[in-house]
């Protein structure tokens, strides 16, 4: 797929995508257990329909009323028993698609819950190719249009098709000549219809695709503002997302010319359709073979058809366009789940021992080249190197993220990736900590959900957040995240710290943990940081040098190698890349002020 605009190819690695046959079989999967919820919905929608259907015969019977000048009283019945039939009906209908709401109101749920459920287990480098937009166009865009075609689409869908055929069959009852000439227009209706799918869902499949690009080229633009900027980009961002959108906009159209062609082939049909069934009336009629009543029954059928066969063609649109989104969450929800050991290892320590270790994000591009590191129960070592050097990937593989490709990780002879979900063995703090929206307790709580108020008051203070905390309006009760209020970077980090107390694992990653802290607050987080990780291994990613001054061990990376290691006096000594670097660091400062005050950078994420 390319752009129509800007004629670049739009080739993003997308998460994958249900075919039709499994996406049937998922939904018959959550339906299954509720088939008695299905099954009385269904009975109550069926007797509202055939309630409805005699609506036709009663006017009809007025007619011959009157033709035949009947009585007044006959016609007075006749009309309350309209009513009647319209109270009754009302009622079963209002019942019935509440019930089928309910339906798929619950469907839709556990839908929902399989998707969060998948998408949290899935390998985190398969949702860095795909891109967030991709994976957040699946969970905002295509559930919204899901639960909008449940709540609306769906009830009336299955209210048409039903009224369709009982109406078909109480014209069969009238006559079955009528309904003969009724069929006259099904052919061009069932060609219409099978014109429009066939066209309509990859056209559908192809829009929530673009969506996506379209998506991942907005955050990727509006996230990254700053350094679009900062390097004049401007251009060429609002180029791509022009291009982008002009391809949306172009699919878009050619749904709209789908629709304009789809009805006016239907319309057609209902020309057939109802000049066949009053030819047919006015024979019948003429040879005696049935009353005028009947025939202004059986056009009164065919015309009431025109709104049902209407809107059912009308909501396949928004059927179609909802299986597109529904196949996409179905493919994510048919994603295997990683392997869980039968039986999770417990690992000896908190020792990590690397051997040999390379990776690749991308087959024949190395970052990694056989690394050999260890990590001693209870030592703090601190990873520095200019940026690129593979500090992070390094961090990752260390945390069981993502398995390395050539080479082993072992924590405490175990691999991280057998140390099973439930394992508190391994902490990872990184620059990027989401606040989630709720009260601060609550948003402690997610490391240790059984903490009480006190514990929850002893974690901040040992980070120095606790005056901060509780200054906050209603102090942990304070709604925090979204909506709520807003927390500074080093609050946030402070946060994240007291997280990792709380849940109190024996191995401490922390990748860049204090880069948000700003300059002001750096000397206070890194202090936070010593006491947080005092008596545990810590494997960190330093973003300033007066964290690896401070650490037990520094080893020094440059282009995915280990170059140097040792103590930071030694490493001084020794006039290689460390002191290097450590002397580019010291000449940024002021003269005369302490060098492990500074918060200056080493370099951007490995």
């Not at 209908?93 to 287990?121: I, Q």
């Not at 166009?137 to 009224?163: F, H, N, Q």
């Not at 925090?480 to 970077?489: A, F, N, P, W």
């Amino acid at each position: 797929m390319t752009d129509s605009r800007a004629g670049t190819p739009t080739e993003t690695p997308l998460l994958p995508v249900a075919t039709p046959a499994r996406t049937r079989a998922a939904v018959a999967e959550l339906v299954c257990p509720h088939r008695p919820l299905a099954l009385a919905a269904f009975a109550v929608m069926v007797g509202a329909t055939a309630v409805g259907l005699l609506v036709q015969p009663l006017l009809g019977r007025i007619v011959d009323l009157a033709a035949d000048r009947g009585s007044a009283d006959a016609i007075t019945t006749t009309a309350a028993l309209l009513v009647a039939v319209a109270v009754a009906q009302g009622l079963s209908t209002g019942l019935g698609l509440s019930l089928m709401s309910r339906l798929g109101e619950t469907t839709l749920a556990r839908l929902r819950e399989r998707f969060v459920e998948r998408a949290l287990e899935l390998p985190l480098e398969r949702v860095e190719k795909a891109g967030a937009g991709d994976l957040t166009a699946r969970v905002t865009a295509d559930v919204s249009l899901i639960a909008e075609a449940v709540r609306s689409a769906l009830p009336e869908l299955a209210r048409s098709l039903l009224t369709i055929v009982l109406t078909l069959g109480a014209l069969a009852l009238l006559d079955w000549r009528f309904l003969l000439a009724a069929l006259l227009a099904v052919p061009v209706q069932a060609a219409t219809a099978r014109w429009y799918v066939t066209r309509a869902i990859p056209l559908y499949a192809e829009q929530r695709s673009a969506g996506s690009v379209q998506q991942q080229q907005l955050l990727d633009t509006v996230g990254g503002s700053s350094t679009v900027r900062a390097f004049r980009l401007e251009r060429e961002h609002i180029e791509r997302v022009t291009g982008r959108s002009w391809s949306l906009v172009g699919l878009t159209m050619r749904g709209v010319r789908l629709v304009l062609g789809f009805y006016s082939r239907l319309h057609i049909a209902e020309y057939i359709g109802l000049a066949a069934v009053l030819g047919t009336g006015y024979l019948l009629v003429h040879d005696g073979s049935a009353s005028i009543g009947t025939a202004t029954a059986a056009a009164l059928y065919f015309h009431s058809l025109f709104g049902p066969v209407n809107a059912a063609l009308v909501l396949l649109d928004d059927a179609q366009s909802a299986t597109a989104g529904l196949a996409r969450l179905v493919g994510v929800t048919d994603e295997p789940p990683p392997p869980r050991p039968a039986r999770p290892a417990v690992p000896e320590s908190a020792e990590v021992t690397v051997r040999g270790v390379g990776h690749a994000y991308r087959t024949g591009h190395p970052v990694l080249h056989d690394i050999d590191l260890t990590v001693r129960h209870g030592e703090r070592v601190a990873l520095v190197g200019a940026s690129g050097a593979g500090k992070t990937t390094l961090a990752r593989l260390v945390a069981g993220i993502q398995p390395p490709t050539t080479g082993t990780v072992l924590i405490g002879g175990v691999p991280p990736t057998e140390l099973g979900w439930s394992s508190r063995t391994v902490a990872l703090i990184t620059q990027e900590t989401h606040v989630f929206a709720g009260p601060l307790a609550d948003d402690l709580r997610l490391a240790t959900p059984d903490a009480t108020d006190d514990e929850l008051r002893a974690a901040l203070d040992r980070v120095d957040a606790l005056a901060w905390a509780e200054a906050l309006p209603d102090g942990l009760a304070t709604v925090v995240g979204d909506g709520g209020h807003r927390l500074s970077g080093a609050q946030t980090q402070a946060l994240a710290l007291a997280r990792l107390i709380l849940a109190d694992p024996p191995l401490v990653i922390l990748d860049e943990a204090t880069a948000e802290a700003g300059s002001a607050g750096a000397r206070a987080l890194e202090k936070a940081v010593a006491r947080a990780v005092d008596g545990r291994t810590a494997l960190i990613v330093a973003h300033r040098l007066s964290q690896a001054a401070a650490a037990d061990r520094i080893v020094v990376m440059d282009a995915g190698r280990v170059v140097e290691t040792g103590t930071h006096d030694e490493l001084r000594v020794a006039r290689g890349p460390y002191a290097a670097l450590w002397k580019a660091w010291s000449d940024t400062r002021a003269p005369g002020a302490d060098t492990l005050d500074d918060s200056s950078d080493t370099g951007g994420p490995g």
